[in-house]
């Protein structure tokens, strides 16, 4: 069962980006000796997903009873802002909820692939699959990187597109 969310997405500078964000991508360029990302990013983006809770009914106590068990386990659901920064040759990706649980992958945009959300998987969400092999990682993996059906998401998607494509031939 997944739980659906609206999304918000704007394009804008690193140093436009969420205080918290621009935070984590600026701490993790800096480990993984990536440089000054606000000098070398070709583009960057800011979503802000909010989670639709289900009308009331059955479905609202099953989803009750399966956030109670996520939190036993530790994981959060609730409200999360996720950025992506692109450079000619690479990516980096940072989420952080309203908890303050953060999330930081990078890798070289030159081994990204890009799919379509499935719906199967993630409901009506918006946004693209990213599949790399991330910096410190020895095996490929999935991250969904929210994106917004309006015209910044999908200019960044569009854009996006583009920069693995020319990365790939270089």
């Not at 800011?46 to 639709?52: D, F, L, M």
């Not at 000619?88 to 953060?102: H, L, N, Y």
Request: glycine share 8%; aromatic share 6%; charged share 20%.
């Amino acid at each position: 069962m997944s739980l659906d969310y609206t999304r918000a997405t704007r394009l804008c500078p690193v140093r436009g980006l969420d205080d918290r964000l621009r935070t984590a991508v600026t701490a993790y360029a800096g480990q993984q000796l990536l440089g000054d990302l606000e000098e070398t990013a070709e583009m960057c983006c800011e979503t802000r997903s909010v989670p639709i809770m289900p009308p009331h009914g059955w479905r609202r106590g099953l989803l009750r009873g399966l956030f109670s068990s996520f939190r036993l386990v530790g994981l959060e659901i609730g409200p999360f802002t996720s950025a992506a920064v692109v450079t000619p040759s690479v990516i980096v990706i940072a989420t952080v909820t309203d908890r303050g649980t953060e999330v930081r992958l990078g890798a070289r945009l030159a081994d990204v692939s890009l799919r379509v959300v499935d719906p199967a998987l993630y409901g009506q969400a918006t946004g693209v699959d990213v599949q790399a092999r991330w910096f410190g990682s020895s095996d490929a993996s999935t991250y969904l990187l929210p994106l917004d059906a309006g015209p910044d998401g999908q200019a960044f998607l569009a854009r996006l597109r583009d920069l693995t494509a020319a990365a790939r031939q270089t």
